[in-house]
């Protein structure tokens, strides 16, 4: 435990990362990448992609400003290299592995969120010893503590996104929520569960990476870790209704016991990412679902939508969010096109209600 | 994964099991033991306690007849030592170090649920291999599939025992439906989830030690492993309210994807187990909460009541029972005084309405 929050404190400490997304320079697979362009840009000094080097992150990715695509790592001055994609199957890409070992040999330290830890490699362990530097799991953790159902601290108004599928901005939504309300004064802070947002935050809990009867625990602990602000905004993972990750999804929401829900979920999409023959429930359906279980832990309910119209021209997007707004009775904004403004009003209603 | 299989089918093989307890034989800590005298009879030899030795396992537990509580391992022959009990903490009680050391030295393979791998302890493996016999933990699992919304055989109903509560009688309703199914010709199976119905079955997934993310998966895959089978009585866990447990509730609800579900609870039970201050949702609220989630995977509802009566008296059990069948408007019965046949009969129902 101690040594797994050290580890991500240190993430932190980084200022000149390279993002290694090398022949996976795609926007669903380079998802880690793109985030920490976006939500990390100062401490980014590259791209390392041979297939697409001399561009822009801009030109590739469409954020990241003019940090430069290198085909090499050694073209610029890094202090660790941060594995930039989600892979298929979730191991190392076979040609990275020369790639992390040249990286250790010039003394950069290498992150990883992949669920194939690279420390249980012999060869990257003994090149890390070899050269002084460190490999750090982003996932590893030995969480076994079981949920105590902490009463927590009475000022922490906890808000936590949820979705109606995997990939639809849970992360994203509530950072631009926290930004918001930080821009407004509020002591507001962003708890990360899954690999990127531990890797933007420099701390959190892999959470689908717990066992099993200690996902409550793991969760609640966190929040504990956290309880100190005044609003926390809680990065969410799957969905409840999803056939494969429900499980993380249920053990989250109650260990964390949240006040508020924003709903995220991304227009047009009716199929579950990649089980494309099985519909996702209406989002009807998944409010009344995600209110009655989340009340089992803690009186909560939705009180609002973060839609994502990456596949709509603005104007559809605009006509989108009037709809869904109506038909749920929520405030409801692309936290991209629109900013998270409305979504920083709700939460400050649900704390002037509750106070 | 081939070889936790094998390891369990192995648990079949044993015939002359030896439980301990020693020190430990209440009824709530020595769980284990209780059930595999009540439903391995036949396979064991002896129950070891020095405290009680002398006694018969029905003075001691009301279970297993005239098999005796021994003071020491070696009075009698036996091919496995089991651990019978779930301690507080989830370690080996540190007296018992001796006794499997004793055992492993005598050639006697040892059989563990404990969250605590036996097999993890360098002196246990070391006796083991010196002396050429099997330390076998039941909760290591390395599941690693994501469930993948499988279509089931049709003709396999899958019937799931849910509860309000841990420690309630999930696991033994389904063993006693599907005794009565199998009394009554049908092609019934019980499909373990947890280390004790493991070590009774044979066959399972220990659910709670698997990993969030494949926590669908692996109960997916096991009822795979049995859908040649007509009826399916799956064990269920925790609870759907559980604080600490809910995750593994879900994902095992999930994965399964019932056409039915056996409502399980004990009569009296208002507060959580081990969380003494925490109240447990009305019956009518659980009994809305799973259909709800459950028909997000697969059309589904309560269609029986297991009311377990055993703080209550012959004459308040059978209050108890009509005043909930008639609260909740479904059959009811508690297992051991009145039989399972009103639960057989309502799956047989169900089935009726499915063909």
């Known amino acids: 435990m101690a040594a797994a929050h050290e580890d991500e404190s240190e993430l932190k400490r980084?200022?000149?990362?390279?993002?290694?997304?090398?022949?996976?320079?795609?926007?669903?697979?380079?998802?880690?990448?793109?985030?920490?362009?976006?939500?990390?840009?100062?401490?980014?000094?590259?791209?390392?992609?041979?297939?697409?080097a001399g561009r822009t992150s801009d030109s590739l990715f469409g954020a990241g400003g003019a940090t430069p695509v290198v085909g090499t790592l050694h073209e610029v001055e890094a202090d660790a290299l941060f594995i930039g994609i989600a892979p298929p199957g979730g191991a190392l890409p076979e040609h990275w592995r020369a790639i992390v070992l040249n990286a250790l040999a010039g003394g950069i330290d290498v992150v990883s969120g992949l669920h194939d830890f690279l420390g249980d490699d012999s060869e990257f362990r003994r090149a890390a010893d070899e050269h002084g530097c460190r490999l750090i799991d982003v996932r590893r953790n030995d969480e076994r503590q079981t949920a105590q159902h902490e009463a927590f601290r009475e000022g922490c108004l906890r808000i936590h996104t949820v979705g109606h599928d995997c990939s639809v901005g849970k992360m994203v939504t509530a950072l631009e929520i926290q930004r918001v309300l930080a821009d407004r004064g509020e002591d507001a802070q962003f708890v990360a569960t899954g690999q990127t947002g531990i890797m933007i935050a420099g701390d959190g809990v892999p959470i689908d990476c717990v066992v099993g009867d200690f996902v409550n625990g793991a969760a609640e602990t966190l929040v504990q870790r956290h309880e100190q602000h005044d609003i926390l905004l809680i990065e969410g993972q799957g969905s409840i209704s999803h056939p494969s990750f429900s499980a993380v999804t249920l053990g989250l929401l109650h260990g964390c016991a949240p006040d508020g829900l924003i709903l995220?979920?991304?227009?047009?999409?009716?199929?579950?990412?990649?089980?494309?023959?099985i519909p996702i429930p209406p989002l009807q359906t998944l409010v009344a679902a995600y209110e009655s279980v989340a009340t089992l832990r803690n009186p909560c309910r939705v009180i609002g939508i973060a839609m994502n119209g990456r596949k709509q021209s603005a104007e559809e997007a605009a006509v989108e969010r009037e709809r869904v707004s109506a038909e749920l009775g929520l405030p409801a904004c692309d936290v991209y096109r629109d900013g998270a403004d409305v979504l920083a009003d709700a939460v400050l209603a649900l704390r002037g209600e509750r106070r």
């Open 14 to 52: 980084y200022r000149r990362i390279i993002l290694l997304t090398d022949g996976f320079s795609t926007p669903f697979l380079a998802k880690t990448a793109i985030s920490l362009l976006r939500y990390r840009q100062n401490d980014i000094v590259a791209v390392l992609d041979s297939t697409e």
């Open 264 to 277: 995220c979920y991304e227009a047009g999409r009716e199929m579950v990412k990649g089980l494309d023959e």
